[in-house]
């Protein structure tokens, strides 16, 4: 099993990380996402807000990948590739979950990334 250690969990919960997902076509597609949260050692969390593009994406195809640098790249670049599979919910503990780490924003759902492939990229 891949495991998120601490120094991982940190620098993805503090930075913006780039989240791709795959179109129907087979192209990338990849936006911003922040307030991210590790929810175990191959599981992260991202709140659906705004996401229209990357959630049809995931509902045709589960592959995903997440890109995280820490803030003073320039340094000492310290990045991590994390590649998995999504699955989404509108109810439930992980859409609760969202709901609390989202205060003020809509948490129409919640998308759980399960990290079967971590690498170093700096």
């Not at 991982?8 to 996402?33: Q, T």
């Not at 439930?92 to 690498?119: D, Q, Y």
Request: aromatic letters at 8%; a positive charge.
């Amino acid at each position: 099993m891949v495991g998120i250690n601490e120094g991982l969990k940190k620098l993805i919960e503090g930075n913006a990380l780039a989240f791709a997902s795959i179109d129907d076509s087979g192209n990338p597609h990849c936006i911003a996402v922040a307030d991210v949260k590790v929810a175990s050692k191959n599981q992260i969390l991202i709140g659906d807000n705004y996401i229209v593009e990357t959630l049809k994406n995931i509902k045709r195809n589960k592959n995903v990948a997440l890109a995280v640098w820490n803030r003073n790249w320039e340094e000492e670049c310290v990045g991590y590739e994390l590649k998995g599979t999504a699955d989404y919910f509108t109810g439930g503990r992980w859409h609760e979950m969202v709901k609390e780490l989202h205060k003020g924003f809509p948490a129409k759902g919640a998308i759980l990334i399960t990290v079967n492939k971590i690498k170093k990229l700096a």
